[in-house]
């Protein structure tokens, strides 16, 4: 099923997500025409279960999807869907063949079958047609809730993409249900940065690109730059981040089934952040004025990369969390935990809330 | 090039029982060496302990069995290698002829040359270093002037090789030398041997390193009767057979886990309840250690798929070695303890030993920026 969704998602955003319709999205449109074209194609269902008309794609096949969203800076929530439906399904509710989101952190009260108060950083919240959010207390519940019924707060990260906030009053959900064993109270912590290191994956493949391709072209002192020993070391690092970083991520994903696979994710987020930061800046370096314009191409992906690293967590509170798990256990905890690739620690911490930055 | 080079590779998990076997054994052999000497691991040479490799079978497990391996496949070797490393065990003395000439010899040697060195290798017995780099010859490996010249169906060597790891507890070298005019094609005329250093006309003396340890040294030839079955593969083509070498040479755990012992005192050091700053860099050296162990994975598997993937071996040598360096210079800013050598605490030791031996981990096997220039090559700047 991998090979399949790789080649028809490249092919559709190869075609379709064009600098011009990207730069239509960040001033504020909605791209209908592409989200139909991934909806008539099966990605919006794609991590729903087979019963309810998805493909039941498990996480390892899913990664090829997110990392081509990624790859081509894809304007609309297609990771957040995926996600999204695969949840509902591991609960038990019905799949939505349309844009979804969620929000990893929020601040939700229920009282009787009505919920008030904040999703904050929803992803495309004002153009998702319903969004997830688990509440807190003693018996957390997935919540499904009709962004329609919201008071927006809009917000947008350095790439233009939205980031709102969802104030919700006495509002009735969609559907609601108790998480299932194995996914705890945080899975939404955990499914954000395990999506924000595919797209990253990807985007740094097309940075690495753009960046071999304009170094070999762009002629100064009477040769390409990329003859230059400087240039082409900066290249060679940033190749190794790129590989660092897809390897991390699509191990975080081949390792996630039914419960999310908590030390490779947060192997990959740390490691993912890390590469964003690295490569991004060399290939500006490499790039020269050119590539600080906006309308050349590899700001559709730098920008995206400065913010994607942040979100669900940055770099240090996912080093922390797993720092805090390896000396908690000690020293003889580590190399045990890098074979089996769990940690017995790690999965205790519940609350990333609950910790300090 | 292509970054799908790195797709993520699990361990078999047939390899389980062997693993635990490994640290059963580990556990008991190592109980009483201590933290300063589980940081030398592959630099720490112990025939003895060697032997009991070989014994066990976890020596030439890549080598058929007819020549003494144990045909046990890339990834059983893999699981028995990092076990090793990542106890800081004394794999010094056998470790060369293990990773690199064993398989060389499988692949090029003769059938008389199998047999004569490979049982060796598998029993632990029989010990390899490289003689690569030469006083005028470092990265620019292609113009070494050591020549070995024809005398009837036998060679005469002379010249000299310099840095070589372990030459002083191995009984061979395989050596890469002239054999051929120097052209204007600077990677022809060069072919490798395999030299016997009780020969008469070899010298071989330590180089003390800069904290005074001797790990390598320099290696005289002097009219050094080489018979014509000491050539190894073919005349003329050392460089190709060199190259092809590299790729083993570079993705290794080995590559990764030399400062490991740095970071277990580290964890010990810091304790259970480590401060903010102190869990985020450890978190983060977590991380990089799980990266990178996936990918030197996804190279081996590349490597047992037949490929040469040389630019991908670069990224993790290059990589790793940063990872390496990194961990004494982040232990020394996390917790407040001088390093200290001839006393002091486990910790305070290890850091001093690993942070002079540090500046070797981007010199040793390729330095960083031979390294950048091969995957610069992978993606086609030169």
Redesign the interface.
Known sequence: MRELFESTIERLLADTVTPELLRHCEAGEWPSTLWTALDESGFALAAAPEDQGGAGASWDDLYVIVRAAGRHSLPVPLPETLLVNALLGRCGIDARNAPLSFAARSDLTRDGDRVSGVMHDVPWGRHAESVVAVSGGAEPQLLLLPRAEARCTQRLNTAGEPRDDLHFDAVEPLARAALPAGLPADVLWWGGALLRCAQTAGSL?TV?RLS?QY??ERVQFGKPI??F?A???Q???M??????A???A??AF?ESGEAFAT??I??????TA?AAGVAAGMAHTVHGAIGFTHEHALQLCTRRLWSWRSEFGN??R???????A???A??AS??PA??A?THPQLGDMNDMEGM?? | MSIETFRYQRIPSDTEPLRAEVRRFLAEALKDRPALRRADSWMGADPAFSRELGRRGWLGMALPRRYGGSEAGPWARYVVIEELLAAGAPVSAHWIADRQSGPLILRYGTELQRERYLPGICRGELYFCIGMSEPNSGSDLASIRSRAARDGDAWVLNGQKVWTTNAHHSQFMIALVRTGEKTAARHEGMSQFIIDLKAPGVTVRPIRDLAGGEHFNEVYFDNVRLSHDCLIGTEGEGWQQVTAELAFERSGPERFLSSIALLHTLIDGVGRQPDALQAREIGKLTARLVTLRQMSLAVTAELARGGNPAWAASCVKDLGAVFEQDIPEIAQAVLDTPPAVGGGSDHAQVLAALMQMAPSFSLRGGTREILRGIIARGLGLR
Not at chain 1, 239 to 244: D, I, V
Not at chain 1, 266 to 271: G, I, L, Q, S, T
Not at chain 1, 318 to 324: E, H, I, K, P, T
């Open positions: 493949e690495l071999t170094a070999t990329a003859a020993q240039i082409q070391h290249l060679a690092v190749a190794e981040h790129t590989a660092c897809a390897v991390a699509e191990a081949a030390w490779p947060a192997a990959a987020k740390v490691c890390e770099q240090s996912w080093a922390q969390r797993l720092g805090r390896v000396c908690a000690g020293a580590l190399w890098v074979t690739g300090e930055a």
